[in-house]
């Protein structure tokens, strides 16, 4: 009998269904253009594009606008690349245009699709960028689907790593701009440490298409990122503290898998302050418990961690003496990415690598707050439905499965279970050499390195010829990904999501072109291609005729959308194919949530050794194991995001403050403020309201005055005064101080005065807001504990960050208004000296050539300018800062 929901499916449809046929009568649209845009020359279709954007510009709509801009632009993608796009592509690309994410299987062509809504909304002249996962994909998609906006007349960039800061610049200035989320991120965090507008790349953000939307807007959202600085070298402690964990017994503490998290037992405790004692690590009179031992008992705590929870070749490598991270879900290294709070450098001394400094954070935003800046967000992946509910919550973003060009007509079988891991590899060796026999390639996942090379020993024992892909193979990704399909071909891959290159049965036709094309460049690359084709057409046939690709995964992930991905690179457009998951109740997932019930489940079949349990109803019960787990994994990344959020409106607003100030022609009227502000600030301090003149602190005020203001005012004889109240003498500091400051204006010049606010200002902003980033990553870690006092942590954090900021803006107005006070410019006499200095420290670094050389580039030195930095030198970190400001150059426009 049906259920009421089953019923009511069949009748009116479920939602993905009515969104589906409400663009069917766009496509429609769409189609009835094609002959007029097919009669177009390439010129006209320029054109085109320039009456479009035109009508945008005027006000036209771009949902109006849409059929006319998706038919122009398949006829370009029809000529540039000969690829005409399918109604499901082009219901691909009006899904995304209305900010939703798109769910589109593996080989559905998801990187062309990006093109129509990425044309139409670059229309605008805002730009669009569109976001990989790696390098290698953002550079090969701009140069692919630049093709297509060339020839509709629009620019394309690309952003990459180390790039000059004119290329990145164009690049962003470009009306498609690719780039990786990182990347994104990085240059949005740079951009808001730059001191002028012209330094700065982006340019706005105004819609985004993200490739491999779950694994950048979910996976990664995790790790925010962070542009720091070095930190206090503590290597010999970390180096100390790694000689004492090895020494530890298991009573001495407990692992958590589930939350991947471990902690000391109160024998552990003993123990180890016993230990540090003895070592010298601990002072004799002093306890673990103490307030003094939280750097000590934070750094024991990060080394336990290192050694019970981070294990080689699974989440680490060790390549040239470095420390590489790898990222659980896509198996690859992540250069340049270090774990915080010196967990890394724990690794580090775990494994005699060389210990790199710990890191101040100067600034950090998460994915998802910096994915939000976005006016309009939308993203592609073959994998969605299952976080559906996270997509709606943190980006409102709906997802819509699009349905596949041709029916889907891979087989997937039903897990099978077995009682022990060598039961399993057992199995797992039988049926790849089963499929072998008859030719078909077989994609084999794991979900560890380590676990991968276990594989790959056993299949040489049993003679069989295979390739493995994981961190180690980095750099032969594509070329391994393109022979998956051939005949005859196993392939074992570590994580293989979002790898962004499609398994064609046969292999990658066009790989196989290039690489024959570069064996002999004396023949006619026509004639290769037409070889090569005809070659692989019969492949790609015996390939079908052995059963297409045979994905077969050792494990499953705590993800199902990671499980999928992996399914879903077999079957692609149409192909046949086929998946089966290979499990133990030694599997990770299968041992930390629920293998005891398995276990007693296949003791009551009477299950014999190397026989397998498998039955629909095993796969709802890991799927129902698997939900619990992303569940779980949501409400930690809310709680993260919570927490972040308080956070990121205060990074808006100092953000924002410094785009005002290097927009801002003259910055004296909020100088003045400040000013006023903390002149009334010390009037308040040493002359309270309501109070007498006898209990008045003038002393005070005259040395705070000195101190803040560089000013001797005469406060005291003014309180002596009849009838003076504290609201006059403060009009009276502040018109000295407005007069101070014009008089400076008049000896600097205006122009220079402006600018030397400026530079004053932001520097200012940029060393409070790194200060502020710092405490309130300590307090993060201490609220934590409020939670044991029945007080809601997060509340804890949002009242006291908010005092906080607060104590900040009041730091930096006092900071500003002492070093305004104190600039002032240099005399002739201290310009020569330092000119002479400079001169001197220039011919002693260069004076190592022959003096002629050295001589030839001291003469290069422009005139010295004091408001020009490029003609100072090279000051030395203690030598007074030549802007004329008084302190040393390190504390000035040297600061790091």
């Known amino acids: 009998m049906l259920g009421f929901g089953t019923v009511t499916k069949k009748i009116f449809g479920t939602p993905n269904d009515r969104r589906i046929k409400a663009t069917r009568p766009l496509v429609a649209k769409i189609n009835s253009l094609e002959p007029d845009f097919e009669a177009l020359s390439d010129d006209e279709i320029k054109a085109k594009t320039e009456e479009l954007a035109t009508r945008a510009m005027k006000g036209e709509s771009l949902d109006d606008l849409l059929p006319e801009a998706f038919a122009n632009c398949r006829e370009a993608a029809k000529r540039a690349l000969g690829l005409r796009a399918f109604d499901v592509q082009l219901m ?137 600085g070095p930190a206090e070298d503590r290597t010999d402690l970390y180096k100390s503290i790694d000689i004492v964990i090895p020494e530890l017994s298991d009573e001495h503490f407990t692992i958590d898998e589930k939350s991947r998290n471990v902690t000391y037992t109160d024998e552990g405790n003993e123990f180890l302050e016993e230990l540090l004692h003895q070592r010298g690590l601990l002072p004799e009179d002093q306890s673990l418990y103490d307030p003094e031992s939280t750097t000590i ?75 939000r800046l976005y006016n309009k967000l939308s993203g592609m992946t073959g994998t969605a439905a299952t976080e559906a509910e996270e997509f709606a919550e943190i980006y409102g973003l709906g997802v819509v499965e699009v349905p596949t060009n041709k029916p889907i007509t891979r087989e997937d079988k039903d897990d099978a279970v077995y009682r022990s891991v060598e039961d399993k590899y057992a199995a797992i060796i039988d049926a790849i050499a089963e499929a072998h026999k008859k030719g078909q390639p077989i994609l084999v996942g794991t979900t560890s390195i380590e676990k991968s090379e276990k594989l790959s020993e056993l299949l040489t024992e049993a003679g069989i010829t ?121 599997d990770d997932l299968m041992r930390i949530f629920g293998s005891e019930r398995l276990e007693k489940v296949l003791s009551g079949l009477g299950m014999k050794e190397g026989e397998a349990i498998i039955h629909p109803w095993v796969n709802k019960s890991l799927e129902r194991a698997q939900a619990k787990v992303e569940g779980r994994n949501f409400d930690i990344r809310k709680q993260l995001l919570k927490f972040d959020d308080v956070m990121n409106e205060q990074r808006k607003v100092i953000f924002k403050q410094r785009l005002d100030i290097m927009q801002a022609e003259d910055l004296s ?123 809601d942590p997060l509340n804890e954090y949002k009242t006291e960050a908010f005092t906080l900021f607060e104590s900040m803006l009041d730091s930096l107005r006092q900071d500003v208004t002492r070093q305004l006070a104190m600039v002032r410019p240099m005399s002739d006499e201290e310009q020569k000296t330092m000119m002479d200095q400079m001169l001197a420290q220039q011919a002693t670094v260069e004076g190592n050539g022959d003096t002629e050389e050295a001589e030839t580039k001291t003469e290069k030195i422009p005139e010295f300018d004091e408001n020009d930095p490029s003609t100072w030198g090279n000051p030395g970190r203690n030598d007074p800062c030549p802007c004329g400001s008084g302190k040393k150059f390190k504390h000035c426009h040297g600061r790091l």
């Open 466 to 586: 295979h390739n493995v892909l994981n961190a180690r193979q980095h750099e032969r990704e594509a070329q391994i990904v393109g022979d998956a399909g051939k005949l005859n071909a196993v392939t074992i891959a570590t994580n293989m999501a979002g790898r962004g290159t499609d398994i064609k049965l046969g292999g990658n036709v066009e790989m196989k072109i290039m690489e024959a094309i570069a064996a002999d460049p004396e023949t006619d690359p026509e004639e290769i291609r037409e070889r090569i084709e005809a070659e692989h057409a019969t492949d790609e046939q015996a390939v079908i005729e052995a059963g297409g690709l045979f994905v077969l995964a050792t494990e499953r992930h705590e993800s199902r959308r990671i499980d999928n991905q992996l399914r879903g690179r077999s079957g692609r457009q149409g192909d046949p194919g086929k998946s089966a998951f290979f499990l133990s109740l030694d």
């Open 669 to 791: 009227n909020i100088v003045q403020d400040m000013r006023n502000e903390v002149i009334d600030d010390l009037v308040d301090q040493h002359m309270p309201q309501k109070t007498y003149a006898d209990q008045w602190d003038t002393e005070g005020l005259h040395e705070a005055l000195k101190e803040s203001l560089n000013m001797d005012l005469p406060v005291i004889a003014w309180a002596d005064e009849e009838g003076v109240d504290d609201e006059q003498i403060a009009e009276r500091i502040e018109s000295a101080a407005d007069d101070m400051m014009a008089q400076k204006a008049v000896k600097f010049g205006p122009e220079t005065m402006r600018m030397v606010e400026k530079q004053v200002l932001l520097s200012t902003i940029d060393t409070k807001w790194r200060e502020h980033l710092v405490t309130l990553e300590h307090l993060r870690s201490v609220v934590a504990f409020r939670g044991y006092a029945q007080r």
């Open 297 to 371: 008992v934070h750094h024991v705590n990060q080394g336990l961690r290192a050694h019970k929870l981070f294990q080689r070749d699974k989440d680490y490598i060790v390549r040239n003496g470095e420390v590489m991270l790898i990222d659980e879900f896509t198996g690859r290294m992540m250069p340049g990415r270090r774990l915080s709070d010196g967990l890394h450098q724990a690794i580090e001394a775990k494994e005699g690598c060389k210990i790199e400094p710990e890191n101040v954070t100067m600034a950090q935003v998460t994915f998802q707050n910096y994915f």
């Open 92 to 228: 691909g690309g009006i899904f995304l245009h209305q900010g939703n994410i798109s769910e589109m299987k593996t080989g559905e062509g998801k990187t062309l699709v990006a093109t129509f809504p990425a044309y139409l909304n670059a229309l605008t002249g805002k730009g669009v960028h569109i976001v990989t996962v790696n390098d290698y994909l953002a550079k090969r998609d701009a140069d692919w689907m630049g093709k297509v906006y060339g020839a509709l007349g629009l620019s394309t960039g690309v952003v990459y790593p180390q790039q000059p800061a004119g290329e990145k610049k164009e690049a962003y200035a470009a009306d498609v701009t690719y780039a990786t989320n990182n990347e994104l991120g990085f240059d949005y965090l740079r951009d808001n440490m730059k001191s002028t507008l012209e330094e700065m790349s982006q340019r706005g953000h105004n819609f985004a298409i993200v490739d491999e939307v779950d694994s950048i807007l979910i996976d990664e959202a995790r790790t925010p990122l962070i542009i720091s």
